[in-house]
Each structure stands twice: as structure tokens, then as C-alpha cells.
């Protein structure tokens, strides 16, 4: 199974600050990676699919990339909606794999 | 406007078994592959499993921890997506969630774009 590995695992940021996390892969996945946002018991949101490709509706303070072994999600501006959990997946094989998520807490 | 509603979460017993739903509206569901992914409490994400739509025979792939136990099923005439779960676990107590994988032309894979509110999954005795 390919492991995904997010880091950090929480981060403390500010109101218009930009943030960055990481997401690596134990093998090589192209570009078949996505991105989700959570928040406390509501459903998964999905943000960005092929590791840099905004799913429709998505603003465009969030941005991908990478390709590879490694991503990064940054989130530009961040304001108090996008405090949140964040999950980076793997599609490229089955299992399809999750990674471990980083929380986005208020400063 | 597209929506997936999950049902038939609840308390069942460690070797029962249940039976979820996933009702779809809005798009044109016989078009796309479908998936189970579920969120034990506390916890981060994790596949279950997938059906893929009928130009790919309906075919399934599972996570090892619950194959040969679910099985992922879909009715296009009812829109509907199902998740048979036999002999569970304590460890598959969690909040069962649907989603779509959206498939373009070429049957090009653009993830998962639409999740459901997800449906809990007790399993205790």
C-alpha cells in the first residue's frame, strides 16, 4: 500500500496569514493526488484533484502542487472559515490511501 | 444540484450486519464510479470501497480490512449506492460517508468531488 505522510500534523496560524502543508508519498503517484478540507462533524470537503486542479466552486486562495513523491497545499489569506482539518489522498492505486491530516487552528 | 444522502447507520452487534444507502440526485449517477470511505471517531479518513459505473462491468475494489465481509453494490435505476456490512467489528464502528468519483471523457479521473453528510456506524455490544 503507498503510505501518505502529512506534515505538520497541526499548526497554529492568523487571520491573513498563508499557510503551507506538505503531503509525501512512500512511492511515486504522478500527479493522481487529492486534497480535502473538514470541519468539526460535517462531511469532507473535496478542494483540489490532480494535484493542482481546483475542483469546480473552489476558491483560489487554495493551491496545489507537486507531482511525484511530494505535494503542498497553501492556503493564501486565510480567514476564520478555513480553519479546519486538512487530507491529502492518494489515487493512483488501490488501496486508495488517506493521508494522516493537519489541523489548521486559529493563532 | 448534486446530493448524496447516506442512511441506515445504527447500534448493531459485533458479528451482526447492516445494510447502508446512498441515495443520489442531480447528476447522472449510472455515469460514475462511487465510493465508501468512513471516519472512525477521532480519527482521519479511510477507502472502504468502490464500484466502478456499467461501461466498467460494475466492478468492485476493497480495502483488506474489509474485504470478504462488504460489498459494494449500486442500483443506476434507483440511483442508488449500497454497502452490505457482514460480520463487523467493533473497529468498524465509524460515520460511513459515500462520494462520487467524477469521470470525464476517456474515462479521465478527476477524484472524489461530491461527498454525502455520512451515516454512524455503531458496532458494541
Known amino acids: 500500500d503507498i503510505q501518505m505522510t502529512q506534515s505538520p500534523s497541526s499548526l497554529s496560524a492568523s487571520v491573513g496569514d498563508r499557510v503551507t502543508i506538505t503531503c509525501r508519498a512512500s512511492q511515486g503517484i504522478n500527479s493522481y493526488l487529492a486534497w480535502f478540507q473538514q470541519k468539526p462533524g460535517k462531511a469532507p470537503k473535496s478542494l483540489i484533484y490532480a494535484a493542482s486542479s481546483l475542483q469546480s466552486g473552489v476558491p483560489s486562495k487554495f493551491s496545489g502542487s507537486g507531482s511525484g513523491t511530494d505535494f503542498t497545499l497553501t492556503i493564501s489569506n486565510l480567514q476564520p472559515e478555513d480553519f479546519a482539518t486538512y487530507y491529502c489522498q492518494q489515487y493512483k492505486t488501490y488501496p486508495l490511501t488517506f493521508g494522516g491530516g493537519t489541523k489548521v487552528e486559529i493563532k | 444540484e448534486v446530493q448524496l444522502v447516506e442512511s441506515g447507520g445504527g447500534l448493531v452487534q459485533p458479528g451482526g450486519s447492516l445494510r447502508l444507502s446512498c441515495a443520489a440526485s442531480g447528476f447522472t449517477f449510472s455515469d460514475h464510479y462511487m465510493d465508501w470511505v468512513r471516519q472512525a471517531p477521532g480519527k482521519g479518513l479511510e477507502w472502504v470501497g468502490r464500484t466502478r459505473n456499467k461501461a466498467n462491468s460494475y466492478t468492485t475494489e476493497y480495502a483488506a480490512s474489509v474485504k470478504g465481509r462488504f460489498t459494494v453494490s449500486r442500483d443506476d435505476s434507483q440511483n442508488s449506492l449500497y454497502l452490505q456490512m457482514n460480520s463487523l467489528k467493533t473497529e468498524d464502528t465509524a460515520v460511513y460517508y459515500c462520494?462520487?468519483?467524477?469521470?470525464?471523457?476517456?474515462?479521465?479521473?478527476?477524484?472524489?468531488?461530491?461527498w454525502g453528510r455520512g451515516t454512524l456506524v455503531s458496532v458494541s455490544s
Open positions: 462520494a462520487r468519483n467524477r469521470r470525464g471523457g476517456s474515462n479521465y479521473d478527476y477524484g472524489f468531488d461530491y
